[in-house]
């Protein structure tokens, strides 16, 4: 499955963006799907996640409050909400499907490229 990315841009402290993550090539509608971040200088982080039926989410800490995971299986397509942006949310994002090996564990096993997300103060 491949995996498109979308809707990055250029916001000012506060404002809100929402990205998008389309599947192609076949349906991701049975797997988890998240959205990960990569700052300048800094190692991928975890975002948030939710299950392939959307009902359960996941959020790191960082994050929570703010963002918002949601799909629509119907598109084919994960959403991800991001409400009173912050300079610390500039990264690209990234958004990866997988397979739950546990109750709680996800393996990654597609990624998207990323989309550039910057949040001036």
């Known amino acids: 499955v491949q995996l498109q990315a979308s809707g990055g841009g250029l916001v000012q402290a506060g404002g809100s963006l929402r990205l998008s993550c389309v599947a192609s090539?076949?349906?991701?509608?049975?797997?988890?799907v998240g959205w990960f971040r990569q700052a300048p200088g800094k190692e991928r982080e975890f975002v948030a996640s939710?299950?392939?039926?959307?009902?359960?989410?996941t959020y790191a800490d960082s994050v929570k409050g703010r963002f918002t995971i949601s799909r629509d299986r119907a598109k084919n397509t994960v959403y991800l909400q991001m409400k009173s942006l912050r300079p610390e949310d500039t990264a690209v994002y990234y958004c990866?499907?997988?397979?739950?090996?546990?109750?709680?564990?996800?393996?990654?096993?597609?990624w998207g490229q990323g989309t550039l997300v910057t949040v001036s103060s």
């Open positions: 939710v299950s392939w039926n959307g009902g359960s989410t």
């Open positions: 090539g076949r349906t991701f509608s049975n797997n988890a």
């Open positions: 990866a499907a997988g397979d739950y090996v546990d109750s709680v564990r996800i393996s990654w096993k597609y």
